[in-house]
């Protein structure tokens, strides 16, 4: 059974825990142990405060605790989430298991059990999907949900990300990339290949398209579980 943890990105410290489905259909949080002004002598009470909906994202109210003893609201993110993000590091459910993504065609953009995750502009450049110029949300007869469109620059700016929190990037040192491969369980020569296709402009595809070709085949070695989301908020918090 998993429970509330405290983690941390940048100087922020924040609460992950398990959600489960109630005999009546909505989602509840577990009431974590510890609020994020916690100390060591375990003098947290905590309540339910309220719930936060969310326009896009998880798809149920976020709760809002209050640690009555240190008068400190926060909110509990599902596993795999963190604070301001549109999209988890990894999918999983609401109680923190892997999801099993079941799609017709394993090829397709949506196959991949990273196309709704942080990392989404990769697998849409993989697919060979710019995103438009211009915002475009809900667009008639789109198969994608209105909050899956970005643009394309926030596209190449996710995909940036990726190279950076990676060691991809050509500037990127390699005692990085060792970091990640010691983290993550990736072999160095995948890293060193795809940092060499990654910034070598050839006649083939464009650029863009093989940056997310290779960040495709790197996130795909990945198990899409709590511990790797886990792993890789650690890089997040270090690059
Ligand atoms: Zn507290």
Known sequence: MSMAVLKRLANRIFVTGPYQVAKDGSVEAEIPHRCPQARLDGTCRIKKFGTRKRICGMGYPLWICLCVAHKYHFTVYPPGWIPYARNPIVQLTPDGKPIEVLHPNANCEEASPWSFTIFKSIIAAAAGRLWPEEKQLGVAGSPLPPDYQGVARTQKRGIKFFMKMFGLLKRSH??????????????????????????????????????????????????????????????????
Do not use: F, H
């Open 174 to 239: 390699y005692k990085w990339r060792e970091k990640v491969c010691d983290l993550l369980s990736i072999e160095m020569s995948t890293l060193q290949n795809s940092k060499e296709k990654m910034n070598t402009r050839s006649r083939g595809p464009p650029l863009w398209k093989v940056r997310g070709e290779q960040g495709k085949e790197i996130l795909e070695t990945l198990t899409a579980s709590a511990k790797t989301s886990d792993k890789l908020l650690q890089l997040m918090q270090l690059a």
